[in-house]
């Protein structure tokens, strides 16, 4: 059973960066894709961002394309998104997830089996 613990989140300034990070526990992350999904208040959680075993594939939502950056250090168990100039409508709860590596974005949720609890991002304007 892998248990994901995500930190990082907070209030931040239109324009300014935040940096998320999700670490694992129970077992690692070895032949795991990891991903971030997002969910704002009254939407669907959606598709952020995706990173294949051992970090050479990676895969973004166009919306955040060119400003965020998934890496991953599997030496730490630790999956990290890089978010620079953040937006207000970048405003939402941050998932950080394991499983398989996403075929499709659209429906990128199915393809994750454990799930942290979130870790709220709000940008002011």
């Known amino acids: 059973q892998v248990q994901l613990v995500e930190s990082g989140g907070g209030l931040v300034q239109a324009g300014g960066s935040l940096r998320l990070a999700c670490a694992a526990s129970?077992?690692?992350?070895?032949?795991?894709?990891l991903g971030w999904f997002r969910q704002a208040p009254g939407k669907e959680r959606e598709f952020v961002a995706a990173?294949?075993?051992?970090?050479?594939?990676?895969a973004y939502a166009d919306s955040v394309k060119g400003r965020f950056t998934i890496s991953r250090d599997n030496a730490k168990n630790t999956v990290y998104l890089q978010m620079n100039s953040l937006k207000p409508e970048d405003t939402a709860v941050y998932y950080c997830?394991?499983?398989?590596?996403?075929?499709?974005?659209?429906?990128?949720?199915?393809?994750?089996?454990?799930w942290g609890q979130g870790t709220q991002v709000t940008v002011s304007s």
């Open positions: 990173i294949g075993w051992p970090g050479f594939n990676t």
């Open positions: 997830a394991a499983g398989r590596y996403p075929r499709s974005s659209t429906d990128a949720t199915r393809y994750f089996d454990y």
């Open positions: 129970g077992r690692t992350f070895t032949n795991y894709a």
